[in-house]
């Protein structure tokens, strides 16, 4: 099994690819032009197309991935707005984009070659809609703001037809006053969500109730969010500015990590994965403006790039206790926007 490293470069337009040894170090291996300033990365669920929005261009990009970290572009759908988010359904079927400035999201159907098809649906949310995912059954998705919609929207979402509908009794969950969700990822058994709040630099815990998959209410049923907890992603007595970007779960799903930009730092918590709070472990600095990370699958090693600098730090992650230890600096390029790992 190789693992592989892709990072998106806005302003060199292209995607730099990575493969990783035993110990956790990358070796480059091709550089991919991609016209049009290569932004947010999606891989579909079987593992054989790279989706890449080119949000200069307002283009959606379809790569067949080839071996050694080589891309073969499959070719472009035109888009209305500029997307910066992703995310293929569970099944494969479809691509779910999100639009900051338009304030949308959309859903275009995917062609058996994993090109991108016609767009099916089309939802307006609010601005600086930031991500858009669908749960583990596939009948929901959701899409994070932050301000001033400081907002979750809720959507059902049918894996027939492609088409979402605004989720029954609660289509937007509003946070607490400030806070600004921008990105969120789903516990392991589904039954919490964790958002990183931009504005509030803080990491909010909701629990995610949804009908059983058998319910016989389900066609009328929607999913609702609870809260559990807020807690800050900076150390105590830090003054400046900050935003938080990215969050992720550990493949464990014991720690969480969110990135700070204006701290410079990668913020650690442990997750219990009982009652879904959250303890805070630490930070680990990282180049300036880290505002996109990942983990590769075997969750040994954390990859996170500063759009300030175009370096990326490799970290070692302690397999007991989360902390993070760095590992390796790479000069990637000009505007990092995004990390993506697959294992080949």
Partial sequence: M???VYI???EDDLIRTYEM?????LRHRRRVPLVGGPSALAASPDGQTLYCSLRGAKEVAALRFENEGGLQLLGSRQLSADACYLAPDRTGSYLLSAYYGAGMATV???ESDGSVGPELCRMD???RAHCIETDGSNRFALIPHPLDANSIYLFRFDEVTGQLS???GLPRYVAAEGLGPRHFVFSLDQRFIYTSDEDGSSVSAYHFERPAIDSKQQANSGCSLRHIQTISTLPGGFDGSNTCAQIHLHPSGRALYVSNRGHDSIAIFSVDSESGALSHLGWKYTEPVPRVFNIDPSGRILVAAGQGSG???SYLIDPDTGM???LDMYEVGNRPMWVLFREA
Wanted: without cysteine; aromatic residues 0%.
């Fill in 21 to 25: 040894d035993s110990e956790g170090h």
């Fill in 311 to 313: 370096n990326a730090i």
């Fill in 108 to 110: 275009h159907r995917l």
């Fill in 2 to 4: 190789t693992t592989l």
């Fill in 324 to 326: 993070l230890t760095p």
């Fill in 166 to 168: 605004p989720n029954p």
């Fill in 125 to 127: 949310t609010a601005r």
């Fill in 8 to 10: 998106s470069l806005a």
